[in-house]
């Protein structure tokens, strides 16, 4: 079946403009997360929704960033006035079981 | 505050010998571990996960994990390597209370060679 699928693959933006990244994520999967992914670093959590509970955004770095999910299925990643810092690899990923995570191929997003 | 730490940013092992890929971790409460693989130009791919249980947990293509509670650790062995295991590991951790979010380690890169 369909993996969890991201768009785009790569944004190349300019500093202080806005950027959308979509995840869609496996059918059926209630729980959602994005991540992001610094060279050299590890994943850092950004936001996680399950359900209709009301989403985790403990991870998210500042205000500039926000993410919905709407109808329980595809999440949008909005970074706004965005900044060299934000340049890194976004990940998504879904999970039926809270336990096992199935990750997109992610959104490479560089900020000149 | 909960983290995981892989000290080996890169690990080399000859083809056929044994490999360990270590990771140690931090968590209020009991820990849900996890590895996951990154191969190159490829998504993240589960590998195996801790809850609850036998100590020696057993994953995908050959490879498993100890959890040691009292070192707090959860090392990454497979006994006999092959040059397709070469990829990025990671070490993952959430507290088994208020499960919804995971940590990642920094990752640990495995050369393997023939």
Known sequence: ?112 | AQSVAQPEDQVNVAEGNPLTVKCTYSVSGNPYLFWYVQYPNRGLQFLLKYITGDNLVKGSYGFEAEFNKSQTSFHLKKPSALVSDSALYFCAVSASRGFNKFYFGSGTKLNVKP
């Open chain 1, 1 to 112: 079946g369909a993996g969890v699928s991201q768009s785009p693959s790569n944004k190349v933006t300019e500093k202080g403009k806005d950027v959308e990244l979509r995840c869609d994520p496996i059918s059926g999967h209630t729980a959602l997360y994005w991540y992001r992914q610094s060279l050299g670093q590890g994943l850092e959590f950004l936001i996680y929704f399950q359900g209709n509970s009301a989403p985790d955004k403990s991870g998210l770095p500042s205000d500039r960033f926000s993410a919905e999910r709407t109808g329980g299925s595809v999440s949008t990643l909005t970074i706004q006035r965005t900044q060299q810092e934000d340049s890194a690899v976004y990940l998504c990923a879904s999970s039926l079981d809270l336990y096992e995570q199935y990750f997109g191929p992610g959104t490479r997003l560089t900020v000149t």
